[in-house]
Structure formats: structure tokens, C-alpha cells
């Protein structure tokens, strides 16, 4: 006990008396060797002091020893002295340093950007409670070729009454609000949702409560803020709860305010993928309940029940899509409508999609990482062929190999965490610039931030990086006595024959590795290339669009809504420099949702279930937008006014159903053959449009007019295309001004010229493509860097032997061939590598890509051109110093 007592003293004075401590044990050796020394000389030996030295042992091995028994955490101290020592040395040789950290941070820093952006959208908490319980619903018409619908209100209400796999089970769907009072009008996006859903997703208001069950029925006016829109627009106002707010020109009652982390609907589902800043009780009325397989707008989200499995809710949803069918008309199950239920997590079916993109973002941000981890660890083996003599000579004087493993390791740590903190510099910067168009198309984009879950990823791949880049110079360290380590020439040592061919692997791998992720830069650009040159098939030049949504109070039946059509298409058509002004259900790149319909006549009808795009449309929409008429004519006015009962098709649809045939006075009608719905006739054929996402096949599609349209599924949702002379952006005030004065208190959803919406189409590829291309330049950058530093590096070892063989005779150019033929070598071994491993890579990418093969020709020509030349570039410097050494004056040097 006192033992123990006595060192624990010890190691609390040496916290603070450290240098008194060394000064006695410096004194209390000295004193001991003299004590010897004195007696060897009294016995007569020669030398006394040698022998005394010789028989005490190492003076610097029992300092260490003993010091640390002064120390709680011994191990921590030297840690800590040999960072320090780490951090002298790198001071003295700035220049490498600087290199390591900056080749570092370019690696890690992409790393880091990289992974920010998939932990945002496939790995970070959706904010629900146990949100791996929560799922998404959908309902599918497998015989109308139907796939992962929302539920209509009556497949709803089935599903809540007969399931039994769920603790809660809740539907939502979105729709813009008009927000006015206390203000300008604004539209906002809102959800309706039934009083289940936040107790399903275990969220609470953090300020006043959620709804009642009571509250989900029409009639009932209140609403819930998100956490922004109270701050942005009510100043977080404490008394908000029971504030009349209002919505579409009609007041609701606050009843609470939802956390700063909730984000609801989380963006990706196919519908209702906009998050909501307000959100209103669902309240299905009894004309949304009229009909089975109508009304397939809302969203359904569950909470499994503790212990049940997604296999065994989905079980039980086969069987309960069976108890649905059973309540449905013949009719309908006759016209191929049998619902079937299924269920997928909700983290898949808001983001999966996005998976296997991301992911391979990612990967070429390790390929950028392992360049230039081959590129450091060619420098610290450069780096530690000059301290061999360094390093023998600490042994001599009593360091342990795993003390010198371990400085060497402290310094390579050292630089990867400094590499790491310029990285996490670079990914917050890189972070900050991704576009809005594409933080708003991929989920949790929006708020992408550098975390603790990204900075612990960056501080794991800093200890992998350093541990990497410092124990492979290890293996050419000189494992002789340190006597004959000293005297031994460098040049000839194990290790020095070691380090060439570890170089020389280093910068194959480089090579190899750059040449993938060009191949793959490559192959992206080519197919982005294709995808821009793609015809979209309709005019964006001068053509400006106008959303907007009509609030259901002022605008609540059917003649009010064809009457404002009326309006504003009159309003807009007077409005100097507009040449023409069109009304549609929707524009090109944003079609919306299939409708079954029959085709008379068609061969392929009773194969399939024939289901088309619908776009509904008022004045002349297709001179608006440039589309090519192929037979027959487009819309007269007259069947713009009167219900005429006619169609248009695009080519897609008339050569599908109607191949090798005139299709200009054929007939279809929408549903089953069976329905009440009239038959309508083609009087026109237009060319296919981009309908859906720039490199989707466009799909077949119809266009109707407005008045054609059956009240009940008149939309609020108002979109207005104007063809304009001159610059369509510099008709934007103008056009503000003619809605308002229609409506004053109007909110415009957006506005913009459609050509800015075909850029925004292209942004995702465009994004994803740069970031691959800078990864792909940044490797090569690293690789013929590496390769500069090794022939510069080879040419200063071998001076010696240039200058002997220009002093016998050789030419200058032949040196300077020789090195490039040393470059070659390395280059061509590199290229091989690299092409073998494309040929395997680039198979991964091929979902990726657009009217381009992943094995393209010319991909795989130009890409070893581009190496071929920088490593030309790469050679130039080091073959001329080859070529200018002056044979007497190395010679004498050495």
C-alpha cells in the first residue's frame, strides 16, 4: 500500500514538477556512473569512464524507462512527444508537408462532400419515431398494369377498419394554399391529412396540440404551422394557438406548431412528394367517397405493429385486398380495377431510387481517395529513404522498432487529420453550391450539413488514410543492427531495393485508378452530351409559364373556374408582345398520371390494357409551344367553346394502336369499352413530347380541350403558356400585372421561362456528371503528379550513373529517351490495369447512361490519349534535367 501510495506521489509531482524530476534523475546517473567509474580506476582498468558507460547500459534507455514510471498514461506521453517531434520535423521540411496535406484534402474533402450528400438522403434519421416501423402503402391495379397508386378515400377507410398488422395507419396528400392577411398573398405547400397521422409518426406539436378525431370532417376549419412558417410569416408568435390565419380566402384556427425537424411529406414518393408548411385535416367528403378506383390521390403511411415483420403485414395486406375487392361494383372489377395492397419502409420509398446513384458517387470518391493515398504513400517512402540514418541512429541510441513505427505513424496521422481538416474545409464549401433545382428533386438534399455522422466518417477515413500512407514506407525500412545500418550505403540497403518497386506499384495504381474514373467521366459526358442534343419536341425559346392554384372558396364551382379560363386567356392575349396565349392541364416535362381508355378497332387493345397521358388544354397551346402537327389539324376555337367531343394523339399513341392506318377519324373513349363515357374522334396527330423526365422514352399521350373535360375533374391548378416576341423573362411584370388585375389577391406559383425549366431538367445529370468529371480530373492531376514526383525523385538518386554514361559517351537524348521509356512502362502497365478494370466497372453504370454503350469506342480511345499525353507532360521536366547534367560537376559532387 505504501508502494502503491509512493508512486502515485510520484506521477502527481511529476504533473507539475517535470523538470525538477529530470534534473534529479540527470544528477542521481551521474552520480552513480562516477561512483563506478571511481571504482574501476581504484581496480587498476583502463578507461575507467569507457567501462563505466559500457557496464551502466544505455543512459537514454533508463532516462525512458524511469520516466515512464512517472507517468499515469506512459504510452500517451510518447503519443504526445512524438506528435510534437512529428510537428517539428514537418516544420522543417514545409514543402512536403504542404504537398501531403493538400493532395490529402483533395481526397478526403471529396470523400467527405460525397458522403454528406448520401447521409443527408439515404442515412440520416427521417425524424419520426421509430421510423424503421413506419411504412408506405400503396394500392396497385395489376391488370390495368397499375403500379403503386394512392388510395382512394374508400380504400382507405377499408384499409384502417379491416387491417390488423398496424399501430396506426394515416393518409395525407398535398395541395398548395393561398396564404393571405398580414401581408402580400403567397401559395404555400400544404398537406391534407387525416387526425391519425401524427400519432402514427409519433411527432407532437411543440406548441399547442394535434388534431381530433372530430376536427377530420369538412366544415372544420383549423390548421397546424410548420416551424419556418411560423418564424418566417408570424414572427413566433407565442400566442399563435387559436389565431385566425388565412387559407384560400378562408380563416382556420392554429391549433399548433410542429417542431423545427419535421419535414412532412419528405420528397420522392411519385405524388404528394412536396414538403408542407401547413397542414389541414383531411376531411373526406361524400362526393370524394362517390366512387371505388376514382379519387387516387392519397398517400398512406403505417406504423407496424411491435413484433409484426413486413412480411407478415404484407400477408395479411394480400388478404385484406381481397376484403377491398369484395366491395367493389362488378363494373369496375370487370374494367380490370382490382385493388392490391402492398407495403414497402417508408426510408425505400421516400429515397430508394436514389440509392444506387449516390452510391456510386461515393465510389469515385474513393477512387479519388486511393490516388492519392498511392501519391502520399510515394512520398513518405521518397520522404523515409532519407531517414534511414536518422532512424539508426535512434535505435543506437535505445528506441524499439515499435517506437519507431510508432513516430513514424504520429507523423503520417499528423498530416492525414491536417488533410482532413482542409477536406471538411472544401466539402462545406462544395456542399453550400449544390444546386436548388436538385436539392429540391432528391430527398433531404435540402439540408444537407456536415454533421457528426459526416465528421466521424472523415476522422475514420483520416485514421484509415494515415495508417495507410505510414506503415507502407515501414516495409523498406532497414532492418539490420543499427552499427551496420550506419555504416551501411543507403543505395544499396534491402530497403532501397524495396522502394523503386514500390514506387513504381504506387504510380500504376494511380494510373489505373485515374483511368477508371475517366472512363467512367467519360462515358457520363457522352451521355449527357447525347441527352442534351436529344430533340424534346416542342418550342422552350419565348415561351413563358404561370402556375397558379385557384382557392376553392371564390372559385368553387365549375363555371367559376371556366370563367376565369376565359379571363386570363383574354387578359393575357392583349398584353403587347404576346403572340399567343394557351391554358393546359399541364406543360411538357410534367405530365402527370395514365387514364385507361379504348382505342375503336385497335388489334393491341384486347392484349393490353391501353393507358395514355392526358393533357387538357384551352387556346392554342400547340403553336404555343411549337409542336409538329403529322396529319389532320389541331383544335378549332369553336371545339375549344362547345363540347364536340375530339381528340388529338400524339404519333406514339396513333402508330401503336393503329399501326400501318390512317389514324384521323378513328375513335377511343377513356375507361373500358364498357363505360358510359363517349366516344371521341382524332382529328389530329401531333409529334411526341418530352413528358416526363429529359431521356425518358415520351409515352403515349392525348390532348383534349378543356371544355371536354368532365366538371368533377376540373382542376384548380391553373397553367398558362405564353409565346412572346423577344425576351420572354422581360414579360414577366407585365403578365403579374394582368393576373392581378383578374384577381388581386391571386398568388402566382411560379413563373419562369420554359427555357429555364429545360435547364432545370437537365440540372440532376448535369450536377452528378460534373462532380464525376472534377473526381476524374483531380485523380489524374494526383496521377501525373505521382508520376513527376517519381521521375524527378529516380533522376536525383540516379545522377550518378547519368553522369557516368553522358562522361562515356552517351547522347543527351538517349538519357532523356530513357526516361520517358521509364515513364512508358509504368504508364502502359497502368493502362492495361485500368482498361481490364473499366471493362467490369463500367457494366455497373449502364442504368446510368443514354443512348450510350458502356463499352463506347471512342470513350475508350480518347481516355488513354488524355493519359498518354499528361504523362508526356509529366515526363518533359525530369527528361530534361536527365539530359542537362553535367558529367564533371556531378561527379565531383560525389
Not at 531517414?387 to 496521422?413: D, K, P, S, Y
Not at 485514421?463 to 532497414?478: K, S
Request: hydrophobic share 50%; net charge positive; glycine share 8%.
Amino acid at each position: 500500500m505504501a508502494e502503491w501510495l509512493n508512486s502515485v506521489g510520484l506521477r502527481v509531482r511529476a504533473l507539475f514538477r517535470r523538470g525538477r524530476l529530470n534534473q534529479d534523475l540527470h544528477d542521481e546517473i551521474a552520480h552513480h556512473l562516477a561512483m563506478r567509474e571511481a571504482k574501476l580506476r581504484a581496480s587498476g582498468t583502463a578507461q575507467p569512464a569507457a567501462h563505466a558507460r559500457r557496464q551502466f547500459g544505455s543512459v537514454a534507455t533508463i532516462q525512458e524507462e524511469l520516466r515512464e514510471s512517472w507517468t499515469f498514461a506512459p504510452h500517451l506521453g510518447n503519443v504526445l512527444q512524438d506528435l510534437r517531434y512529428a510537428a517539428r520535423m514537418l516544420r522543417h521540411s514545409a514543402g512536403f508537408a504542404v504537398a501531403v496535406v493538400l493532395t490529402l484534402g483533395l481526397g478526403i474533402g471529396a470523400n467527405t462532400a460525397f458522403f454528406s450528400i448520401v447521409n443527408a438522403a439515404l442515412i440520416r434519421p427521417l425524424g419520426y419515431a421509430d421510423a424503421d416501423r413506419l411504412v408506405a402503402v400503396h394500392e396497385s391495379f395489376p391488370e390495368s398494369n397499375l403500379e403503386h397508386l394512392p388510395f382512394s378515400p374508400l380504400d382507405f377507410e377499408d384499409l384502417q377498419r379491416y387491417q390488423e398488422a398496424f399501430d396506426g395507419v394515416a393518409a395525407y396528400r398535398s395541395i398548395p394554399f393561398e396564404l393571405s392577411g398580414h401581408g402580400l398573398s403567397e401559395q404555400v405547400q400544404g398537406a391534407r391529412v387525416s387526425a391519425s397521422l401524427l400519432p402514427t409518426l409519433g411527432v407532437a406539436p411543440i406548441v399547442g396540440r394535434t388534431f381530433s378525431t372530430k376536427e377530420d370532417r369538412p366544415g372544420v376549419h383549423v390548421a397546424i404551422l410548420s416551424w419556418g412558417l411560423w418564424h418566417r410569416r408570424y414572427g413566433a408568435d407565442p400566442a399563435i394557438v387559436g389565431r385566425r390565419i388565412t387559407l384560400d380566402r378562408r380563416a382556420y384556427t392554429v391549433v399548433g406548431v410542429m417542431p423545427r425537424t419535421f419535414v412532412f411529406p419528405r420528397r420522392g414518393p411519385r405524388v404528394n412528394h412536396e414538403p408542407a408548411d401547413v397542414w389541414v385535416p383531411l376531411a373526406f367528403t361524400d362526393r370524394e367517397r362517390v366512387e371505388r378506383a376514382m379519387n387516387l390521390t392519397n398517400s398512406v403511411v403505417a406504423r407496424l405493429k411491435s413484433g409484426v415483420s413486413l412480411e407478415m403485414a404484407q400477408a395479411q395486406l394480400d388478404v385484406l385486398s381481397g376484403q377491398i375487392a369484395a366491395n367493389y361494383p362488378s363494373v369496375v372489377l370487370n374494367a380490370g380495377f382490382r385493388p392490391h395492397l402492398s407495403a414497402v419502409p417508408l426510408r425505400e420509398d421516400i429515397s430508394g431510387r436514389f440509392r444506387f446513384p449516390l452510391l456510386m458517387l461515393l465510389a469515385a470518391g474513393g477512387f479519388v481517395l486511393l490516388v492519392a493515398c498511392a501519391n502520399v504513400a510515394n512520398l513518405m517512402l521518397s520522404r523515409a529513404a532519407g531517414r534511414n540514418r536518422e532512424l539508426a541512429v535512434r535505435a543506437a541510441l535505445g528506441a524499439g522498432r515499435g517506437r519507431l513505427m510508432q513516430l513514424l505513424l504520429c507523423e503520417a496521422l499528423l498530416l492525414s487529420f491536417a488533410g482532413g481538416a482542409l477536406g471538411v474545409t472544401l466539402a462545406y464549401w462544395s456542399v453550400e453550391t449544390i444546386p436548388a433545382v436538385l436539392a429540391s428533386s432528391v430527398p433531404g438534399l435540402q439540408d444537407v450539413t456536415l454533421d457528426l455522422r459526416v465528421l466521424a466518417f472523415t476522422a475514420m477515413t483520416c485514421v484509415a488514410t494515415g495508417l495507410i500512407v505510414g506503415l507502407l514506407p515501414l516495409a523498406t525500412l532497414d532492418r539490420r543492427s543499427p552499427g551496420d545500418a550506419l555504416r551501411a550505403d543507403t543505395s544499396r540497403t534491402t530497403g532501397a531495393r524495396q522502394r523503386p518497386r514500390m514506387q513504381q506499384a504506387f504510380v500504376i495504381s494511380a494510373v489505373g485508378l485515374a483511368f477508371v474514373l475517366l472512363v467512367g467521366a467519360g462515358l457520363l459526358l457522352r451521355s449527357f452530351s447525347a441527352l442534351i442534343a436529344t430533340n424534346p419536341g416542342f418550342r422552350a425559346a419565348q415561351v413563358l409559364t404561370v402556375s397558379m392554384t385557384l382557392p376553392q372558396t371564390t372559385y368553387n364551382t365549375p363555371a367559376s373556374v371556366r370563367t376565369f379560363h376565359r379571363a386570363l386567356l383574354g387578359g393575357l392575349g392583349s398584353v403587347p408582345g404576346v403572340r399567343y396565349s394557351s391554358l393546359a392541364s399541364d406543360f411538357p416535362l410534367g405530365a402527370v398520371g395514365n387514364l385507361r381508355f379504348e382505342p375503336e378497332g385497335s388489334a393491341l387493345a384486347s392484349r393490353v390494357t391501353p393507358m395514355t397521358n392526358l393533357t387538357s388544354v384551352q387556346g392554342p397551346y400547340f403553336e404555343t409551344f411549337g409542336m409538329t402537327l403529322r396529319h389532320g389539324r389541331f383544335f378549332t376555337e369553336e371545339e375549344h367553346l362547345e363540347d364536340r367531343r375530339v381528340v388529338i394523339v400524339n404519333e406514339k399513341l396513333a402508330t401503336r394502336f393503329w399501326p400501318g392506318e390512317n389514324p384521323i377519324g378513328k375513335r377511343l373513349k377513356w375507361g373500358s369499352v364498357d363505360s358510359v363515357s363517349p366516344w371521341l374522334t382524332v382529328v389530329g396527330v401531333v409529334g411526341d413530347v418530352a413528358d416526363g423526365p429529359i431521356g425518358v422514352e415520351p409515352d403515349v399521350h392525348a390532348y383534349q380541350p378543356f371544355r371536354q373535360a368532365p366538371d368533377f375533374f376540373l382542376d384548380r391548378r391553373v397553367k398558362t403558356a405564353v409565346l412572346v416576341q423577344g425576351n420572354a423573362r422581360a414579360l414577366s411584370a407585365r403578365i403579374r400585372e394582368e393576373i392581378a388585375r383578374l384577381d388581386p389577391q391571386l398568388a402566382i406559383e411560379s413563373i419562369a421561362p420554359m427555357e429555364q425549366r429545360l435547364r432545370d431538367a437537365f440540372a440532376p445529370r448535369r450536377f452528378s456528371t460534373g462532380l464525376v468529371m472534377v473526381c476524374a480530373a483531380v485523380a489524374l492531376l494526383l496521377a501525373w503528379i505521382g508520376l513527376y514526383g517519381l521521375l524527378a525523385f529516380s533522376i536525383t538518386e540516379r545522377r550518378r550513373e547519368i553522369a557516368v554514361r553522358l562522361a562515356l559517351g552517351a547522347e543527351p537524348r538517349a538519357v532523356a529517351g530513357m526516361v520517358v521509356a521509364q515513364a512508358a512502362r509504368l504508364v502502359a502497365v497502368g493502362l492495361i490495369v485500368g482498361f481490364v478494370a473499366s471493362l467490369g466497372v463500367t457494366r455497373l453504370v449502364t442504368s446510368l447512361l443514354y443512348e450510350t454503350n458502356h463499352y463506347d469506342a471512342m470513350t475508350f480511345v480518347i481516355v488513354p490519349l488524355v493519359v498518354a499525353l499528361a504523362a508526356l507532360l509529366a515526363c518533359a521536366v525530369p527528361a530534361w534535367r536527365a539530359a542537362s547534367v553535367e558529367p564533371l560537376k556531378a561527379l565531383r559532387a560525389e
